[in-house]
């Protein structure tokens, strides 16, 4: 009998724990909002029922569940999660044959809100990718390691661009590390920016686009954003375009090689690329071209190009500048363009270059050997006895000759971050007014110690230094 009384007594103490417990814990909504650092309570709706509320620290609030949803099922908001707080930023993880968040980068997209960052793992993933205007990270695990990006693939199955934006993203959003290949569209078989009407400016880094098939516009089209770091190359084209396309914003520091056009209709910035062996490597571009090495491309350097041209190694090619009618043509170097050579019916402001085979005059123009430390091997950088960057050794090296277009660009041009002894002129060539730039060389090795005044780098102070700080009086940049 004792035992009897004792057992019901027991169920009820154990019901009442579990009850209390159950009070304890919350529900996801509310454990999702109190670990957001946000406050969460309960109201009575008239009918008497009860929902969770999350406070924001503005004093606003939303039902705990729309919170929840929309920051962490998006796709299952049907609409409904119309909390306007922002929610906290996510790391998601996707990888095609490991354990993550999502096997697929598309399905991972969806799921996000603007400022999540997708990580995606080294694998191959035959997809279509659409941002649809969300301002998001899109990343391989290091896009900085090349291994690391050539092994993180984006194939777009020759189904369609291999990326798409919507066209509405800002700066914050980011394509970065991946090797985008198999595209094949009309315009942006690679990564599509958008359309004619409205461009993504997501910024683009550190990709490698290869192997996109365009009927026309380019493997990049209606890409505003900056564009950086990227290889593009081996882009066929069946009708009419080039690898970087319509591509108004700041293209800097890429390869663009082996393409039949390498950049056609950019009127941004396009400064310090590599862009070589294509058939032409940049067609009816302005703004700003400045710093890129332009060699070994089997048809023109530049094509029907105005706006600023300056500082720009033009080397090797069938032909250098063609129809730059309008363009502002300084401090480049324009050599070995052969058999069409260096200027083909320009008639802009040319001066400050050299160029190989020119007879027209021009204030500052030269026709001499540009001293290339090894042009053959791409090395375009210029030959000194003061001191030239060694990039494969990564140091200064002394050379027994100096390249006659040390000191010989613009006195007028930002002498830039040009190392000492730098002459207080900026040097022609890809490398001029840049921290690579070849050093200045007056017949003996470079002094030892700076004297204060000295602005050429001369070891005296006199009136060439004068002469160029007078020249610069009360300028303003
Ligand atoms: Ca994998
Ligand atoms: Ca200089
Ligand atoms: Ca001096």
Redesign the pocket.
């Known amino acids: 009998m004792k035992l009897k009384m004792k057992t019901p007594a027991f169920m009820f103490v154990t019901l009442l724990t579990i009850v209390s417990l159950a009070s304890a814990i919350p529900n996801p909504a509310s454990q999702f909002c109190i670990n957001c650092g946000y406050c969460c309570e309960i109201r009575t709706d008239p009918q008497g029922g009860q929902f969770g509320v999350c406070v924001f620290p503005d004093g606003s609030e939303c039902e705990e569940w729309s919170f929840y949803r929309k920051c962490n099922s998006p796709q299952s908001c049907d609409g409904d999660c119309n909390c306007p707080w922002p929610c906290p930023k996510r790391i998601i993880y996707v990888d095609d044959d490991g354990p993550a968040d999502f096997n697929n980068i598309q399905a991972a997209t969806d799921d996000t809100n603007d400022g999540d960052t997708i990580i995606v793992k080294k694998g191959i993933y035959f997809e279509n990718i659409n941002f649809r205007g969300k301002n998001i990270i899109l990343t391989s695990t290091d896009p900085k390691d090349p291994t690391v990006v050539a092994a993180t693939i984006i194939d777009g199955n020759n189904l369609d661009s291999v990326v798409t934006f919507a066209g509405t993203e800002n700066r914050t959003c980011v394509l970065s590390g991946f090797t985008v290949r198999n595209g094949y569209a009309n315009y942006g078989a690679g990564i599509c920016g958008g359309t004619w009407e409205k461009q993504t400016h997501a910024e683009i880094r550190n990709n490698m686009i290869a192997a996109n098939t365009l009927w026309y516009g380019g493997a990049l089209d209606y890409c505003y954003g900056t564009i950086q770091n990227n290889v593009v190359s081996g882009t066929i084209i069946l009708c009419d375009g080039g690898a970087i396309f319509d591509c108004q914003g700041i293209i800097q520091n890429n390869t663009i090689l082996d393409n039949p056009i390498g950049l056609i209709g950019c009127n941004g910035i396009i400064q310090n690329n590599t862009i070589c062996d294509n058939v032409t490597a940049v067609a009816e571009c302005g703004g700003i071209i400045q710093n890129n090495i332009i060699s070994g491309n089997s048809g023109y350097g530049l094509v029907y190009c105005n706006g600023i041209i300056q500082n720009n190694t033009i080397s090797g090619n069938a032909a250098g500048i063609y129809r730059g009618d309008e363009a502002t043509i300084r401090n480049n170097i324009i050599s070995a363009n052969s058999p069409y050579g260096g200027l083909i019916y320009c008639y802009g402001l040319i001066q400050y270059n050299l160029i190989s085979g020119w007879t027209e005059g021009g204030v500052g123009n030269i026709d001499s050997d540009p001293c290339f430390a090894d042009p053959n091997g791409g090395d375009y950088h210029l030959k000194s006895q003061a001191g030239r960057w060694d990039a494969n050794e990564g140091q200064w090296t002394k050379d027994n000759v100096t390249s006659p277009c ?2 010989a ?1 613009d006195m007028s041009s930002p ?1 830039g971050l ?1 190392p000492f ?7 022609m060539g890809s490398f ?1 007014g840049t921290v690579e ?4 060389y007056f017949g003996e090795p470079p002094c030892e110690t700076i004297i204060a005044g000295d602005i050429n780098g001369d070891c005296i102070v006199n009136l060439n230094d004068f002469a160029i700080m007078a020249f610069h009086w009360l300028e303003e940049h």
Do not use: C, L, M, V
């Open positions: 040390i000191d660009g002498i040009e002894p730098n002459g207080g002129i900026i040097n001029g730039a070849s050093k200045s």
